[in-house]
Each structure stands twice: as C-alpha cells, then as structure tokens.
C-alpha cells in the first residue's frame, strides 16, 4: 500500500469552512533552495504557519534549528527514498499549523537529532536553553525502546511519564506518529497493521483526551484505511458520491445566517465535513445515510454569551431535536473541549447537526493542549523554567494524573497494557467531594471502592462502607457527579478487600491494589464474604455480633472434626448441600468450607494448604448466594421478592446495581428452610419475566 493510498483525503465540499489540513506537505516547500539572505525555503514554510498563530514570535531560533538538524541528517534517508530531513520538518510543520510555540517547534526540529546522530544533549543545551534541552530528551527516551510485541508496553509507559511532566512532549510524539503513519506504505503490511493497531489502541485515546482533534481524526482515518481496507473503500464511495449531488446541509446553513443576521448576532455559520471514521459510525449507528449525515454546520461567534443567544434563535426559528442538545460550556469534557451541540430540522425536512463555539474554543477544540502553550510560563510562551527542577505540568489533566499514579503500581508489562487501553477508553469524569472539603476526580461510573483508594491508597484495604450525600451505602455504591463521600474504615489494618471489590472496582488503581492484595493473602482472600451478601455498614466503634462454633455449624449445616471448631461458608462459591465440599483453615482457626469445583481450592492447594475433610450435618437449612440478570423493566424487584417468597426462601441481603445497557444484576443472599428446594428456587426465579439468567454466585479473587 502506497502513502497516498493510506491518506483518506475527503473530497472538497461546497461552502465548507476547511479544517487544519495535516496534509498538505508539498516536496517543493521541504526541499527549496538555500539563500543567504533568507530562511530557507523549506523552514520558511513553517515559519509562515507560526507567524499566522504568532506574529511576535522570534523565528531566528527556528532558523537556527533547522540548520543544525538539516546538517545532522544530511546523508540519511528515509524508507520512503526521502531526505531524513523531511521528517522532522513536517512534524514540525504539523504543530505549526496546531499552534504551537516557538519552544516546542525548535524541539520538533531536533527532536531525531541526540538518537540518529552525533548531536549531543549538551550541545542543544548550550545553543537553545534548557527547555528545548529537556523536550528533546523526553522525546529521545521514548524513541530509544524498539516498536515490537513487548516493547510497546515499557515505550508508553516513558511516555505517560514524560506526558505528566511536560505535555508538549506528547504533542511532539503524535505529531511524529502522524507523520509516519501518513508514510507507512513503504512497510510490510503485517508491519503497517502492527503499528495501526497501537494507534489505534493508545495514541488516538491519548490524542482525544489531550484534546488534539485535527490529530486524533486523521489518525482515525489512517488506521481505517490499513485495518479495514474494504469498509474504508466503500465509505470513500459513499462520501464521492454525496459529494457530486444537492447538498442539504447548505441550504441550512445559508437559512441559519440569515436568521441570525436578523437577530443582530455576528457569527460565521459553515458546513464541517464529517472525516471518514465519523461517516462509518454514523452509517453502523442509523444504517442508511441522508444526505445530511456527511457532515455538521458549525457556527462560531465572538463570546460565549453569543452561543447560548445562536442555541436561542436556531429553536425558536426552527424545530430543534431535543434529545440531541448537549452543553458542553457549562460542562466542559475532561480534554477541554467546549461547544453547544444541538440539531434542528431545515427547510427541506433533513435533519441537521450543530455545533455552536466561540473562536477561541474552536482552536482548542481542534489543537487541545497544543492551543495552551508553553506550561511553564506565565504569559503562554517561551521562556520561563520550572522552578528548582521540580516539573508537574500546570496543565496536566485530572486523568493523566491518575494514570501517572496507577502505572507505577502495575506489577508487569502486560497488566500495565491492558489497564492502560481500558482506562482511556473511559471518556467521561465525575468530580466528588470529600468532607474536609478536598475533590476527587473519577470516570464517570465510579463507585465508593474507587473513592477508597483514590483518596487512601493502600489504606484503603480497611474500608468498611461510605457515607454518600450524609447517607450509609455499601462500597459497591456507585457515584455522581458532585456527590459527598465520606469513607469508614475499620480500625484494624490488617483487615483486607474482598474479591466481589473488584466488580465495582473501576479505576485502575483500585484494581491493581485489590488484585495485589488478594494474590498476597490467598488464604485470607477466600474467607472474605462478597460485597453484594454483606449487611448493613458497621458503625465506628461497634463491634459485629459474633456465636459459638457450635451456633456457626448449626447455621452453615457443615460439619468438621474437632470440637468447637468455628465453621463458615465460603463467599466465592456459596456450596450449600448436597454439593461436595472440602474446608481450609483460615485466621483464628476457622474452617472456610468450598465447592470442589470452586477455583479457590487449586489455588489453596498450590499454596501448600491442607485441605479439612467436611461433611454435612443433619441440619437441612442453608444460605445461598444467588445472581439473577435481566433486563430493566417496572415491579422486576418486586416480582423476583415475590418469587423468593413463593419457594419459603427469606432474603438475607439483596443488592441491585444500576442498570448497564438496559441490563440489571440482583445478587441475593437467602436463607432456605431446605436445600433440596434450591433447584426449584432457580427455576422460579428464571421464570419471572425479564429475567434471562440466574446463577449461584462466583468471586474469582484473582480476575482483572
């Protein structure tokens, strides 16, 4: 596959305001002739594009730079046959039309020159400052650790390191990872996949919550093109085709101006094309596509008074389509970005969407963190150093915080990968209030568990419940945003989680720190009751109620040898009789008694535990754990109750999550007068309409 032929280039589209265009790197401009008297060509052009973001910038360090860096790759070329200097000039050329100061386009430069050639750290120190110094040896770290199945790991975690630091570091990487995926047809296919799918996986995540869109969607692009071949050739159809035809979305746009021109309301109103990726989704999402779905108006106004006086006129003058008004100023996203989206119905019936920004965040729609500047000085721009060396990024995000925290607790490469890429799947923040007035910022989803170890850490290990809002909740509660949480922990530390934590565990911390503590405390971790069969919080300072081994044989109906020995069941696999069941001995001398099937017992085994013979005593009373899934509907709770009634069971403790994608998980803990009547218990309980499964209760301590 060619360069060009992994460049989705849409088609030009009548009356659109074009967006940074990435693309446009012309041969000529890179490689022009030298003159004495001049910048040359080649960093002219860049220079041109940073004077149009910045007009007082002082290009002499520019010209300075590219001399060193042209000097430095002279002789070295590219796969593609090209001159090694056309790599960093486009880089540097990609960030120039984001933006970016003069600091981070001086470090562009030279961002290959300590790696590939004998240009040292010292040398970049003493001609252009420290801070150029140290953007070029972030890069450098990155680019030391080669691309390959094991190697990706160890490189994104430098990189999420360096990020924290300083984020132009990671502004430079994406712009240079877009420059070689624009490039990637000169390698092997397998290898052109390889790279995609890292891309894919981490770099677009990143770029979308740096809030780097023009990067982000012609990543997304690129990575069609090389992974899905045949739906990115028939979406390019798609979109040619649309092109040739009536547009709908102009005679929109030319209503939308003259309604706000009536209204007195200064404003810009084009039609934005969608880019390829987008086009797809929406296609998946709607099946076949109106002429209105190839793209968006967008409308940008001077103030943000202005937005929500175009949102006004727009539902007065036209039908809006309400359940598509989203306000992202009030709230603005965890990447920065701020709009009005809405979508009104035009003339001719089509459907169209909005978007309603000032100038200004449109370019930090579009450029993200880039848009900011250098972090370190007062005024945006070069210059300033962080004080005594010490560098925490002012403009770090509250996510990339976070991940800086988790990563260094991942115990491998590989557990670091994975919970990388799930974490920057999240795309939603929440912000909660602890009581002595501090903040926590969560994914959106988060429960009191993540709370717990956001706030304490490992600490956390001895929490006991929470109070939500001034009110007691079980740790598995989930919260929103501006809640209050207050976290009770228990005064003995060596008190640890239970492995039903990790069902509302959501952030990587806490189930790093859960999973690490539960596979250092295997013998412990199998005696901890789950979350969902708990009772009520524990009040500080008030003990739980505790019997004889002889009261605790009569209650679980198991029977050991030894007289008095304390004898529980296990909360990880719940055995009631007549299941085959053996018992290990835990702290205090208990017996923890498990199905045989249960995975704890191999994991006991490989430990060196000695299994306890167990039986069953006369007592044909048990208590079982039970999970019922189905799909949200109205009276499901009271049905499944009514059910458990209906087969003499009584509930012990029952816990409902909130419903995910329609879908709602009841975990019961029941007390039956007779065990023979568990299996008619199920059926009755899979029998209430809605329900689609029901199932005795499984905790794996070890799963991620």
């Not at 089509?350 to 370019?363: G, K």
């Not at 990388?420 to 002595?436: K, N, P, S, Y």
């Not at 740790?475 to 929103?480: R, S």
């Amino acid at each position: 596959m060619s360069a060009e032929a992994t460049n989705p280039g849409a088609p030009a589209r009548r009356r659109s305001r074009p967006r940074i265009d990435l693309r446009r790197l012309g041969r000529v401009a890179l490689l022009g002739p030298v003159s004495r008297d001049r910048l040359p060509d080649a960093i002219g052009h860049v220079a041109e594009t940073h004077r149009a973001h910045h007009p007082d910038a002082d290009l002499s360090v520019l010209r300075r730079a590219y001399v060193l860096a042209e000097s430095s790759h002279r002789g070295q070329m590219r796969k593609s046959g090209e001159p090694y200097i056309t790599h960093p000039l486009a880089v540097t050329l990609i960030l120039a039309q984001l933006g970016a100061e003069t600091t981070t386009l001086t470090a562009s430069l030279l961002h290959d020159t300590v790696e590939d050639t004998e240009v040292t750290l010292d040398q970049v120190r003493e001609e252009f400052g420290e801070e150029v110094c140290y953007l070029v040896d972030g890069v450098t770290k990155l680019e030391k650790v080669d691309y390959g199945a094991a190697a990706e790991p160890e490189t994104f975690r430098k990189m999420l390191v360096a990020t924290g630091d300083d984020v132009r570091v990671m502004s430079i990487k994406l712009a240079d990872r877009l420059h070689n995926m624009r490039t990637l047809g000169v390698m092997r296919p397998e290898k052109q996949a390889r790279i995609a799918r890292v891309t894919r996986d981490v770099l677009i995540p990143l770029a979308e919550r740096l809030g780097v869109q023009a990067l982000k969607t012609e990543l997304e692009d690129l990575v069609f093109a090389i992974l899905h071949p045949e739906e990115y050739a028939h979406t390019r159809a798609l979109i040619s085709a649309a092109t040739t035809g009536d547009d709908p979305l102009t005679a929109t746009a030319d209503r939308v101006s003259a309604v706000l021109r009536e209204a007195g309301i200064p404003a810009e109103t084009v039609v934005r094309p969608r880019h390829f990726v987008s086009v797809h989704r929406v296609r998946m999402k709607r099946g076949e596509l109106r002429g209105s779905d190839f793209g968006r108006l967008l409308v940008l106004v001077g103030e943000d008074a202005d937005c929500y006086a175009v949102l006004g006129e727009l539902h007065t003058c036209f039908t809006p389509v309400i359940s598509e008004f989203k306000d992202f100023i009030a709230s603005p996203k965890f990447n920065l970005y701020q709009s009005l989206h809405t979508a009104v119905v035009g003339p001719r019936g089509e459907v169209a969407e909005v978007l309603i920004r000032t100038h200004r965040m449109h370019r930090v729609a579009e450029a993200g963190v880039i848009a900011l500047g250098n972090p370190y000085a007062a005024d945006g721009t070069a210059g300033a150093e962080p004080a005594d060396g010490e560098r925490a990024d002012p403009t770090r995000p509250g996510w990339l915080s976070r991940l800086l925290q988790w990563q260094q607790s991942a115990p491998d490469p590989d557990t670091f990968w994975t919970t990388l890429r799930a974490d920057l799947a999240e795309d939603r923040e929440i912000t909660v209030f602890r009581t002595d007035g501090g903040t926590l910022g969560l994914p959106a989803g988060a429960s009191c568990v993540d709370a717990a170890y956001a706030q304490y850490g490992d600490a956390a290990h001895a929490c006991i419940g929470a109070r939500v809002n001034g009110r007691l909740a079980t740790l598995g509660t989930v919260l929103g945003d501006g809640d209050t949480v207050q976290l009770l922990l228990a005064e003995d530390a060596a008190s640890g989680p239970s492995p039903a934590w990790l069902d509302h565990a959501r952030t990587p911390a806490a189930r790093i720190a859960i999973t690490g503590w539960l596979d250092a405390h295997p013998q412990d971790a199998e005696d901890t009751a789950p979350a969902g069969a708990r009772g009520p919080v524990p009040q500080p300072g008030r003990p739980a109620r505790t019997g004889t081994a002889r009261e605790s044989a009569r209650t679980v109906g198991a029977v050991v040898d030894g007289p008095d020995t304390p004898v529980r069941l296990a909360g990880c696999c719940t055995p009631v009789p007549p299941d085959d069941v053996t018992g290990f001995t835990v702290r205090g001398g208990a017996v923890t008694v498990h199905r045989l099937e249960c995975p704890a017992v191999g994991r006991m085994a490989a430990v060196g535990r000695v299994p306890v013979p167990v039986s069953w005593g006369d007592t044909p009373a048990c208590r079982v754990t039970l999970v019922a899934e189905s799909f949200g509907r109205p009276r499901l709770l009271a049905d499944l109750t009514e059910a458990i009634a209906g087969a003499d069971a009584a509930v012990v403790s029952a816990t409902v999550e909130p419903p995910s994608e329609q879908r709602v998980r009841h975990t019961y803990t029941l007390h039956l007068p007779d065990a023979a009547g568990l299996p008619a218990l199920i059926r009755a309980m899979r029998e209430v309409p809605g329900v689609y499964d029901v199932s005795r209760a499984q905790h794996p301590a070890t799963a991620l």
